[in-house]
């Protein structure tokens, strides 16, 4: 049940055009024209991960960009809605299953 170059390619375009919001695999897979679980099993043999923890960690990417570029001039209070997390803690959670450190300490680590 692989997807196709381009479905794949297309499902990656929708994730990153997408990003802040938390969109059902159903509609996912409608934007990409496969069924669902074909597009969630698809996607794991390409990608070695679930469609959510792609996004994830794309997410949490964003994140780490806008800490080293605003400094402190942005809470993670304000971040955090702007990634498409729905709370602090929500990204923290992320943060922490993909880069193994708090958004906090990352941060000080970071900045100082």
Not at 68 to 82: C, H
Request: hydrophobic residues 45%.
């Amino acid at each position: 049940m692989d997807l196709s170059d381009f479905q794949f390619l297309r499902a990656i375009d929708f994730i990153e055009d997408n990003l802040t919001r938390d969109i059902p695999l159903a509609e996912m897979a409608r934007a990409v024209d496969v069924p669902p679980q074909r597009l969630a099993d698809g996607f794991a043999a390409e990608t070695g991960c679930s469609i959510d923890s792609f996004r994830a960690e794309r997410r949490v990417g964003i994140v780490q960009q806008l800490l080293r570029s605003a400094g402190r001039d942005m809470t993670t209070g304000q971040i955090a809605p702007k990634v498409g997390f729905a709370d602090t803690a929500a990204l923290d959670a992320a943060f922490r299953a993909h880069l193994g450190i708090s958004v906090n300490n990352y941060r000080a680590g970071r900045l100082g």
